[in-house]
């Protein structure tokens, strides 16, 4: 049984820091493309990263460039999104999945779909 299962949420001030877990059982994690995603209130889901599985390419989006640093462990079966200088606009709903995609770096266009989700850590940024 394919799971993912993400930890490491929780409430920090802005200026913080927090690291993400995204746990993952029922598949060799170093053949998946893992990615990570929020959701904020009221808002569509948002892709931030990924990693390939190929060469660990990363990929982040503009608004996360330079603050957060995506990571992986396939020994340990798990991909790691360090948060830092987090920002009240960060606050979300944070989930990984299995992405399909040939180029991970090149970003969420060249996705083919994502596959399996985990149900989500939430993050909190506020004074």
């Known amino acids: 049984q394919v799971q993912l299962v993400e930890s490491g949420g929780g409430l920090v001030q802005p200026g913080g820091s927090l690291r993400l877990s995204c746990a993952v059982s029922g598949f060799t994690l170093h053949n998946y493309t893992i990615g990570w995603f929020r959701q904020a209130p009221e808002k569509e889901r948002e892709e931030i990263s990924c990693?390939?599985?190929?060469?660990?390419?990363?990929w982040y989006t503009d608004s996360v460039k330079g603050r957060f640093t995506i990571s992986r462990d396939n020994a340990k079966n798990t991909v790691y999104l360090q948060m830092n200088k987090l920002e009240p606009e960060d606050t979300a709903l944070y989930y990984c999945?299995?992405?399909?995609?040939?180029?991970?770096?090149?970003?969420?266009?060249?996705?083919?779909?994502?596959?399996?989700w985990g149900k989500g850590t939430l993050v909190t940024v506020s004074a």
């Open positions: 990693i390939s599985s190929t060469d660990g390419s990363t």
């Open positions: 999945a299995t992405v399909l995609t040939d180029f991970c770096e090149l970003g969420p266009t060249f996705y083919y779909g994502m596959d399996s």
